[in-house]
């Protein structure tokens, strides 16, 4: 039975990657050319209403580690449900003040009561309630086609049929926006190099040294 | 300058010197010092800069921080995010916040710059908040400082960020720079502290305007104005010490320059004083008064000095000696003629009346008597006989032995010298007598005389060597002056006195004579007309 269903999903696959063939590899740098990371990068059909995509079924993690989140940025789906578990020794409290979704996890340690369901597009900044430094974002996206840049500035989305897209970047410290319209054909295009104009990190820095108390 | 005495020229160059030397002195303590304030006056000044400066510094610390601390509060937070239109809870806050940590101004702005709410009412000063919050965007950690002046007042202005955890509004807080500070702020640098806003003064520790020396600095306002310190020092009071050192140093120099004064007064005085009693004692020696020394117990040039002139003064007198000796040894006229002519060897033809007088008998007189006796007798004889010849005016030419010669009408002329002779000659007979009864009286023997006289042209000068000379008369008529006294030994002409013929032609007064005819006498080839003279008329 076994020998039988594997070459049948094989196939599916197949015919899946057939239907959606392109992968475009979107590059981040800034003005001195070097990779960003954590920038959010995502792709809507221009001729075509928004391609329908599910939620994943299981809740997307965004962990407490250390007394900093992460990820660090966290692109997902309109309808996505997030799970904030508590991997430190100390509580956090968990909130936003985002319109897209304003709440609040009261103090708690390990993993949180509730999940978070985010039913509104837009960027949803997470802060501790007792950790000024913890700083994380949530990407809340209509479309489907979207990925988070690594260390090398790449982030890489697959699966898309052939046509006209609208790509948008969006990055915690991105100074206005960045659209672009690229076509996908048959194959791989070519990597669309972002060039990210970006403000200063002005996240507080948590080395208590520096903040440290004293006579200044 | 001419100083009429030696005190006054020594004590005005001792007065000069050591004023001149305090004078300078004082000068360059003055200008060091001067020197010495300016350079501490500024270095104050830039210490109050600093001090200032970091005051500020310290002020906008405590800001940032009491304000780091509202705006972690999350519910404070909250209400930018969820009701950002409420201002009466948003100034509430602020004024809490206000009672909490004590800023003199608290306002927060919104991301465009719309000020939302602030702790004051009044002209709105949204213009130095939005220049500042504009600032800190801009800033590499969110903050900025500068100052405004709100309400006729600098503030001291910090603006920090609101989070949540993204920044969502911007929080200004300011600290009023009032009088209480600018006051602390002299208190701790001692400089007087003035801050001024487009020539109108906000505030200010002076009291009262003094000579400051001052320093402006600028100060940037936030909206591109600016406001300035001017921080001042008195000089009066930075000099204050100066003052009074220059004080102590302006008596210790008077006091000195008194002291130099005493000092110089003294030394002239102990100079001043042996010279008055040196002129004072050369005057008397100007005088002829050789008798008085000066003492002067001192060692030094001035002591030598008194020594050489009561070595002066001696040597005077030994001087004056020698001319009374002179004036013994020769007529006073022949000493007198003598100085003048300085003792020249000189020569003149002139008459003159000779008169010869000798003891008789001497030599028989010379062997009876001891010597001593005999030199007391003969003087004693020849001071009558010269007494009676100076009477008239008679010069003694010499004596020569037992015997004397005098001369009338030289050295100087005379009038009647042949009356003169003969009268000299009467009244040495009248003194011979009167001398030899006071010899009687004294059991001695009686002397006797013969005289001759004569009147002729002879030769008179000063005779003799260099070394020695005698005023003196030569000629034939001198001989035959003695040769008539060598005749009144011949005893028919009874005669004491003998006279020429020319002798009783040249007097004209009226004489008892007897005329003894003419007498040839010894080495003259002519003979003489000789008169006894017997007495007057």
Known sequence: MKRLILPLALLLLGARVAVASGTVQVVCEDEKHQRVADAVAWLSQVDAPPAKASPPAEPVTIEQRGQEFAPYVTPILVGTTIAFPNRDSVQHQVYSLSKPKRFELPLYSGNARETVTFDQPGVVTLGCNIHDWMVAYIVVLATPHFAASGADGTASIGGLPAGRYQLEVWHPRLAGQVQREIVIASGDPAPQIILLTLKPDRRIRRAPDASGGGYR | MRFRSFRARLLAVILALVGGAQLAALAIVATVHNANARREISHDLDEAARQFQKEIERGNGYLARTVGALTGDYAFKQIFVLSPDDRATLRSALESFKLRAQPDVVAVLS???????????????????????????????????????????????????????????????????????????????????????????????????????????????????????????????????????????????????????????????????????????????????????????????????????????????????????????????????????????????????????????????????????????????????????????????????????????????????????????????????????????????????????????????????????????????????????????????????????????????????????????????????????????
């Open chain 2, 111 to 537: 991301l465009d710059g719309q000020t939302l709410a602030e702790t004051r009412d009044g002209p709105s000063a949204a213009v130095y908040y939005r220049a500042l919050a504009k600032a800190a965007d801009t800033s590499p950690n969110l903050r900025a400082t500068s100052y405004g002046v709100i309400d006729g007042a600098l503030f001291s202005l910090t603006a920090a960020p609101i989070r949540a955890p993204d920044v969502v509004a911007w929080i200004i807080a300011g600290i009023r720079l009032d009088r209480k500070f600018v006051a602390d702020l002299k208190e701790t640098s001692g400089v007087d502290i003035t801050l001024r806003h487009h020539g109108q003064t906000l505030v200010t520790t002076v009291r009262q305007p003094a000579d400051f020396l001052s320093v402006t600095q600028p100060l940037a306002l936030a909206d591109g104005d600016t406001a300035e310190i001017v921080l001042q020092y008195s000089w009066d009071e930075k000099l204050a010490p100066t003052r009074r050192l220059e004080r102590l140093l302006a008596i210790v120099g008077g006091s000195s320059l008194a002291l130099a004064a005493l000092l110089a007064v003294g030394i002239a005085r102990s100079i001043s004083q042996p010279v008055r009693a040196l002129a004072e004692f050369t005057e008397h020696v100007a005088r002829g008064d050789y008798a008085r020394r000066i003492v002067l117990d001192r060692a030094d040039e001035l002591g030598r000095l008194a020594t050489a002139f009561n070595r002066m003064s001696e040597g005077l007198a030994e001087r004056d000696r020698i001319r009374d000796l002179l004036d013994k040894n020769v007529s006073p006229e022949v000493a007198a003629q003598l100085m003048r002519d300085g003792g020249a060897l000189g020569g003149e033809e002139r008459e003159v009346t000779v008169l010869f007088a000798d003891l008789r008998s001497f030599t028989s007189l010379s062997e009876r008597l001891p010597p001593r006796e005999l030199v007391a007798l003969l003087n004693r004889f020849l001071d009558r006989m010269s007494a009676a010849i100076e009477h008239e005016g008679g010069v003694i030419d010499k004596y020569i032995g037992d015997a004397l010669m005098a001369l009338f009408g030289a050295p100087v002329s005379q009038s009647e010298p042949a009356d003169r002779a003969l009268r000299a000659a009467l009244a040495m007979q009248a003194a011979l007598a009167g001398l030899n009864r006071e010899l009687a009286a004294e059991g001695q023997p009686a002397l006797a005389f013969g005289i001759g006289i004569n009147t002729a042209r002879v030769v008179a000068g000063n005779m003799g060597s260099r070394r020695r000379l005698n005023y003196s008369v030569v000629g034939d008529g001198v001989n035959v002056a003695a040769r008539l006294e060598a005749l009144t030994r011949t005893p028919e002409y009874r005669a004491t006195i003998l006279a020429s013929e020319a002798t009783l032609r040249a007097a004209q007064g009226h004489y008892v004579t007897r005329a003894l005819g003419s007498i040839v006498v010894k080495g003259r080839a002519e003979p003489v007309q000789a008169h006894a003279v017997d007495g007057f008329a």
